[in-house]
């Protein structure tokens, strides 16, 4: 799975940067660096109220006061996108 966190200005400003410290700490701890490949990318160009975070084909917006750490907790555990409020997801190629 690649989870790829845009860090641009916009999402920079609105939280992306703590999902990056939460990950690289959480992929560790759990041992996941065979599973979650983790990357940054410069603007999604998908600006908002939200930042953006995409896994695999899927397009994440999460509000700034979003459960980021429970979202991530879940999709561990379950390996499918979870619902968790302030988190809505679109597959990439959907318009």
């Known amino acids: ?3 790829t966190v845009c860090a641009g200005s916009s999402c920079s400003h609105r ?4 999902v990056v410290e939460y990950l690289v700490n959480y992929i560790s701890t759990n041992s996941l660096q065979e599973k979650w490949k983790l990357k ?13 975070v995409q896994i695999d084909d ?3 917006k999460f509000l700034p006061n ?3 750490r429970k979202f991530f907790k879940e ?21």
């Open 1 to 3: 799975m690649t989870i």
């Open 75 to 95: 999709l561990h555990k379950t390996n499918e996108l979870p619902n968790i409020a302030g988190i809505t997801w679109r597959r990439q190629d959907a318009k």
């Open 40 to 52: 940054a990318s410069f603007c999604m160009k998908d600006c908002g109220e939200h930042f953006c």
């Open 58 to 60: 899927y397009r994440l």
């Open 66 to 68: 979003s459960d980021y």
């Open 15 to 18: 939280g992306s940067q703590k």
